[in-house]
């Protein structure tokens, strides 16, 4: 199947502080993928939709100074986590489909875990 | 909105034992229904989806039939082993392609 790498794998950064989080399409082209956080034990939440060539739209209560979004090519989309503060410890994640309908799969990456000290 | 609503769990069961997810959905179009699986340590993976009413789903010995009367989509596997261990989301997709998740359920199969 389609395949999604998602970089670094886990990370820990001092409060303050700002992160990036890849997220590729190795084997397709995707004009649109999703980013998600996960707090332990409780499922995923849609935080926002990175557009290629467009600003990405973000979920209600979703801060978009904090978490900036660029998806600069068909492969690669990028979340950054500004000024990170402790509360935003968790685990995110990318997900992208190959073009199609939206029953089409929905491939994820294997997740960022960061840790804010 | 859209919403799902699963399962709370965990779920302690033994090998060869049946197993059961209910999940129940909200949606204002006519969704596609997945169910995903995380294996501990690792990403989510699909493990079956139904696009119209009355599909059945299959993969795994996993099934699940989208019943659109219901608003449903239970899981289902006949006998489950301990590599079945794992935490199983269900999930919906409309017509913007987002995925809306339930919570998730932790299975734990003991040998």
């Known amino acids: ?117 | 909105g859209n919403s799902v609503t699963q399962m709370e769990g965990p779920v302690t069961l033994s090998e060869e034992a049946f197993l059961t997810i209910n999940c129940t959905y909200t949606a204002t179009g006519y969704p596609s229904l997945f169910w995903y699986v995380q294996y501990p340590g690792e990403g989510l993976q699909l493990l079956l989806k139904a696009t119209k009413a009355d599909d059945k789903g299959s993969n795994k010995g996993f099934e699940a039939t989208y019943r659109k009367e219901t608003t449903s989509f239970h899981l289902e596997k006949g006998s489950v082993q301990v590599s079945d261990s794992a935490v199983y989301f269900c999930a919906l997709s409309d017509y913007d392609y987002k995925l809306s998740f339930g919570a998730g359920t932790t299975v734990t199969v003991r040998a």
Not at chain 1, 51 to 67: I, L, M, R, W
């Open chain 1, 1 to 117: 199947g389609a395949v999604v790498s998602q970089h670094p794998s886990r990370v820990i950064c001092k409060s303050g502080t700002s992160v990036k989080i890849e997220c590729r399409s190795l084997d397709f082209q995707a004009t649109t993928m999703f980013w998600y956080r996960q707090f332990p034990k409780q499922s995923l939440m849609l935080m926002a939709t990175s557009n290629e060539g467009s600003k990405a739209t973000y979920e209600q209560g979703v801060e978009k100074d904090k978490f900036l979004i660029n998806h600069a090519s068909l492969t690669l989309s990028t979340l950054t986590v500004t000024s990170a503060h402790p509360e935003d410890s968790s685990f995110y994640i990318c997900s992208a489909s190959p073009p199609g309908n939206r029953a089409t799969e929905a491939f994820f990456g294997q997740g960022t875990r960061l840790t804010v000290v």
